[in-house]
């Protein structure tokens, strides 16, 4: 499955007037859509570029932002799926359940990389749609997500991932109470949403910390659970609230929720700043 199991249609920008060589560049590109689907991806390109647009801190730097679609026909629709025991023929051989997780939907990164750089040598981030309801995406060096709801805000939360280095802010693995994802290893990750370090002076967002905030923010009193408190704290506090990167404990994230932890949430503070300060390097000129 592969290159050989369709071809490449074209490109269009959707969104954007900037200069290609000082915008931010989305490409966007079509798995698992045969010829007569092709009107299926442009909608889902459209639905993106008004979520994404609309969505904080994207919505302040439109001026820089340039949106293109790269139209691929696949032989068949969908993509693999070993807990099903389909396969399908599609260009860049798209696959559900990679690493034994369900929703983990991957595909050929240098297919993907190499079809965006050909056709917008100045891409910034490369995201696939695929054409299946099932639930699914991934990070890395390509952001895939699937068609199921939420598809949107599944292909934000990705692109957080590849074009911002953004970690998971969730505290499981597969999903819900795992035993082996009880205590984070104690090394500290190298996302800048994500820590093990509590000390106040020295914690990678202390600026935005208010100083009667408490570090930690929130405990988890089990880690044999994912911690079921709610929020004590006001709405968009920052601090260090327990349970993130994959684990109940021992690693912390900046606020009680943001996008990287939940779909439909907003980005956090942290992640915001995250972004805004790569956006603010283009130039619309």
């Known amino acids: 499955m592969g290159a050989n199991d369709g071809m490449v249609l074209g490109t269009t920008r959707v969104f954007g007037t900037a200069s290609q060589s000082r915008a931010f560049n989305v490409v966007v590109l079509a798995d698992g859509f045969r010829d007569i689907e092709q009107g299926t991806f442009n909608a889902a390109v459209n639905d993106l570029v008004q979520k994404l647009t609309t969505t904080p801190p994207f919505d302040r730097h439109t001026q820089c932002l340039n ?74 060096s390509v952001g895939t997500f699937s068609l199921a709801g939420g598809a949107m805000e599944i292909a934000i939360h990705e692109m957080g991932h590849t074009a911002f280095d953004l970690a998971d802010e969730y505290a499981y693995w597969a999903g819900g109470n795992e035993p082996g994802q009880a205590h984070h290893p104690p090394v500290e990750p190298q996302e800048p949403n994500v820590t093990l370090n509590t000390d106040r002076s020295t914690l990678k967002w202390r600026s935005a910390v208010d100083a009667a905030t408490p570090l930690p923010t929130t405990v988890n009193a089990d880690c044999a659970l994912q911690d079921p408190q709610g929020n004590p704290f006001p709405s968009g506090t920052v601090g260090c609230y327990e349970g993130a990167h994959y684990y109940h404990c021992g690693a912390y994230r900046p606020q009680f929720d943001c996008k990287m932890r939940a779909l439909g949430s907003p980005f956090c503070r942290v992640c915001e700043e995250v972004i805004s300060s790569r956006l603010a390097l283009y130039s619309p000129e």
Do not use: H, K, M
């Open 67 to 140: 949106v293109f679609r790269i139209n691929v026909a696949s032989v068949e629709s969908g993509a693999d799926n070993p807990n099903t025991g389909t396969i399908v023929r599609t260009y860049f051989d798209s696959t559900f359940g990679t690493a034994g997780l369900a929703r983990l939907l991957t595909c050929d990164n240098t297919a993907a990389l190499l079809v965006a750089a050909q056709e917008v040598p100045e891409f910034s981030v490369c995201l696939l749609a695929v054409n299946s309801t099932t639930y699914g995406g991934s990070g890395g």
